[in-house]
């Protein structure tokens, strides 16, 4: 569900400058990520707080799985989750 409404929100935040500013203005709040969620949901999009986190996690988790060997320590360097989604909005 999470992927699906993440999916709507990009393809409508590039047809929507309102959508897009709205979002670029949560960035800049002192909690991005809770302001992101509030934005998505004042605006329709089913987007939690606990499920924007656990994206972050699951990819990071995913990477460590596909090491050979399995990895036990996070690479530092890898992407952040919030801030791929909030380019890809945002370019």
């Not at 999470?2 to 800049?28: G, M, S, V, Y």
């Not at 991005?32 to 986190?53: A, H, Q, T, W």
Request: one cysteine or more; a negative charge.
């Amino acid at each position: 569900m999470f992927e699906r409404e993440l999916r709507r929100l990009i393809e409508d935040a590039h047809n929507n400058e309102t959508l897009r500013q709205a979002i670029a203005e949560a960035k800049n709040h002192s909690d991005p990520m809770k302001s992101f969620c509030d934005v998505c949901r004042e605006n329709g999009y089913e987007i939690y707080l606990g499920e924007l986190f656990s994206y972050g996690q699951d990819m990071n988790d995913s990477k460590l799985r596909a090491t050979n060997g399995g990895g036990s320590f996070a690479i530092d360097g890898w992407d952040d989750a919030f801030e791929n989604i909030l380019d890809e909005i945002l370019g």
